[in-house]
């Protein structure tokens, strides 16, 4: 994707909201002058958002930069202002979940049932022994009882590590591991594509050797059998529907810890990112309610990303509980049991603001527009986009074939890191490019400079840096300050480096071009090329691997995986097959490389350093380019005669 994104900053179509949107906007383009003249005090016009208990001393601490303190000596509920503020404030009945599940009845979770469910679970949880500051897992499907143990966590302090249910088990034990969680909260199973799957068992894996877990709470989803240890292991039906369903809610620090988010990045550990409560919770809010537009009394919002992964943490559970919104959350997959499945459901619950990824979005072009066609999708008013560059075609198809014409699309780019959206159209002011996240939200600062660390001009490019903290940014990288300060703000001490490559237009508008780094981005899913290398080499056949992510219409990246085998081992489909396997094993499914092309030698460097420029090259098609500085120049010809004959 990233070579056609280069081209595209002489993108000359341009959208400006309706005059009827603009009418209704939630804020006017003068908010931008505002953030701007008084950054801080804007940012604590936001908090005002919340309800805190004790009102902060002051805005930002910056001494001890990188790490920052936001709304310092204030003290609040996250839960609180997620879930019970609302019914106090008479909205008890509103809906606040309505659960599609992949197959079955829908469920309406009001804000008072979510009040006393939540307050089940956080007695269950104390019960069970969990206190302020320990670190509860959580894996399991998108259930609403995912979003209960979440916010049980919250009301009791205790950081959640929320771990993608499709990760392995492997996967889900360094997790475990590094965060040393005291409770693993999961389900029996899930429901997907037509069918229960397991997934205790992978938690039974992974806590063998995890010595830290006292307990495993376990939900019953799909009623299938599962092993059970008497000692450790508690029904959620036992415990948690069983528990009295009120619960003071406790306030805490502003800095408390509220979760943990395994992320990839450039080495094969994944990195532990750390949020806290006010600043975190102010800037999914406040970014929830301006660039979604919410009018939480009539809006229906779904955002179709999993708990798993940030979005779902800002996106589904704390910015859109916080404003008060009613949202969709679905069980299943997009072509579950049609491929109409989506637009079914925007029909069925009128949703009128839809936050998806580009992968989707190409995914049901493919399948084509005669299947939204069969669907009434006039109760979308907003379109949003997140997790990779959305490219032009699909940005016109989402805004034509799903909004049909009238919506505005936001094209939102953040990343765990970031906790909330960073840079973003607002949908009643920005004129929208497509494929352009156009400029930074109003309170962030978004510079792209070059290699020097020089801030380019209009026309410019180079890598997008943040130069100024933000409420919402992580606090570090759990047990690892160091890291933090090396990932992050060595290479330009006063800038936090993204990661991403960025190109201004000619007007100043922002274009994301993919990641810099060693990070791969498949269907909006952060894989790091170290971590699927080091789960090739773990498996006794392969001697030497290199992995790349490789342009892929759908999944903009597909991964790429490049091995050497150990002397006598035989290359065939069926090894092909084994080694996807092996992958999909250590990480999870979603790590399979799309291709493994077994061969002789790896383009190294004098200096041994893996030329991926080279085998990008390959795997796209593409003619090399240089390869002079390669140790041995004749390799690339054996590489691609080799896959020539072999493919
Ligand atoms: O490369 C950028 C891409 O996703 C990365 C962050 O991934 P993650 O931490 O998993 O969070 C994804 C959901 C926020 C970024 O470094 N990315 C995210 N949003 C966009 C994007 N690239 C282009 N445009 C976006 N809107």
Redesign the pocket.
């Known amino acids: 994707m990233t070579d056609t994104l280069e081209n595209l900053a002489t993108e000359s179509r341009s959208f400006p909201p309706s005059p009827e949107f603009v009418a209704q906007s939630n804020v006017t383009a003068a908010i931008y002058d505002e953030a701007a003249a008084d950054r801080l005090g804007f940012w604590a016009e936001q908090a005002q958002r919340l309800d805190w208990a004790q009102p902060w001393t002051e805005v930002l601490d910056w001494s001890d930069a990188p790490f920052a303190k936001w709304f310092v000596g204030g003290r609040l509920s996250v839960a609180y202002n997620c879930v019970d503020r609302h019914v106090d404030n008479g909205l008890g009945s509103r809906a606040a979940i309505i659960f599609e599940p992949e197959s079955g009845e829908a469920e309406t979770i009001t804000y008072a049932d979510l009040q006393k469910r939540v307050s089940q679970a956080a007695n269950a949880l104390t019960e069970l022994g969990v206190e302020a500051g320990d670190r509860v897992a959580i894996y399991m499907p998108m259930i609403p009882q995912a979003v209960v143990a979440m916010l049980a966590c919250a009301r009791i302090g205790a950081p959640h590590s929320v771990v993608f249910g499709g990760f392995s088990a492997e996967a889900l034990r360094s997790r475990i591991e590094d965060a040393e969680a005291k409770v693993v909260i999961t389900t029996d199973g899930q429901f997907r594509r037509g069918s229960s799957m397991p997934l205790k068992p992978a938690v039974d894996e992974a806590v063998e050797h995890c010595p830290t877990v006292q307990k495993v709470l376990v939900v019953r989803r799909t009623g299938d059998d599962v092993a059970w240890n008497d000692e450790r292991d508690v029904w959620w039906h036992d415990v948690v529907a069983t528990a009295p369903d009120t619960h003071e809610a406790q306030d805490f620090d502003a800095e408390h810890p509220l979760f943990i988010l395994y992320?990839?990045g450039t080495t094969g550990k994944p990195k532990g990112?750390l949020h806290t409560s006010g600043g975190y919770l102010t800037q999914a809010s406040y970014t929830h309610n301006t660039v979604f537009d919410l009018k939480p009394e009539t809006d229906v919002y779904w955002c179709t990303?999993d708990i798993g992964?940030?979005?779902g943490h800002?996106y589904i559970v704390y910015g859109p509980l916080s404003n008060g919104a009613t949202q969709v959350i679905y069980e299943g997959t997009p072509d579950t049991p049609h491929k109409g499945r989506w637009w079914e459901i925007v029909q069925k619950h009128k949703v009128s603001i839809l936050y998806t990824?580009?992968t989707a979005i190409r995914t049901f072009m493919k399948w084509g527009a005669d299947i939204p066609a069969q669907y009434d999708l006039s109760s979308l008013r907003l379109l949003g986009?997140?997790?990779?560059?959305?490219n032009p075609e699909a940005w016109m198809w989402y805004r034509d074939v799903i909004g049909g014409g009238r919506c505005p699309i936001v094209?939102?780019?953040?990343?765990?890191?970031?906790g909330a959206?960073m840079?973003?159209p607002l949908p009643g002011v920005t004129e929208c490019k497509p494929g352009s996240?156009m400029r930074a939200l109003p309170g962030i600062g978004a510079v792209i400079v070059d290699d020097h660390g020089e801030p380019v001009g209009p026309g410019g490019g180079g890598y997008?840096v943040l130069s100024e903290p933000w409420p919402s940014m992580l606090r570090g990288i759990w047990g690892d300050p160091q890291r933090y300060k090396d990932t992050y703000w060595s290479r330009w001490p006063q800038y936090y480096f993204?990661?991403?490559g960025a190109k201004y237009d000619e007007d100043g508008a922002i274009w994301?071009?993919?990641?810099v780094d060693d990070?791969m981005?498949v269907s909006?899913?952060?894989i790091s090329t170290t971590e699927v290398e080091s789960a090739l080499v773990s498996h006794p056949a392969v001697a030497e691997a290199a992995v790349v992510g490789a342009t892929d219409e759908t999944t903009g990246q597909g991964i790429v995986a490049f091995v050497i085998l150990r002397g006598g081992i035989e290359d065939g489909p069926e090894l092909v097959q084994e080694l996807r396997k092996h992958v999909g094993h250590e990480i999870g499914p979603i790590a399979k490389p799309r291709q493994i092309l077994v061969v002789p030698e790896l383009p190294k460097t004098r200096s041994g350093k893996i030329m991926r420029r080279l085998l990008r090259d390959v795997a796209e098609n593409r003619s090399l380019g240089d390869v002079t500085t390669l140790a041995d120049p004749t390799i690339m010809n054996l590489i691609q005669q080799g896959l020539g004959a072999g493919n």
Request: hydrophobic fraction near 40%; charged fraction near 15%; glycine fraction near 10%.
């Open positions: 992320t990839s990112i990303a992964w940030v979005t800002s990824a580009p986009s997140v997790g990779e560059p959305i094209d939102t780019w953040w990343q765990t890191e970031t959206m840079i973003s996240a997008l993204a990661g991403d994301l071009l993919g990641r990070v981005n909006g899913h952060r």
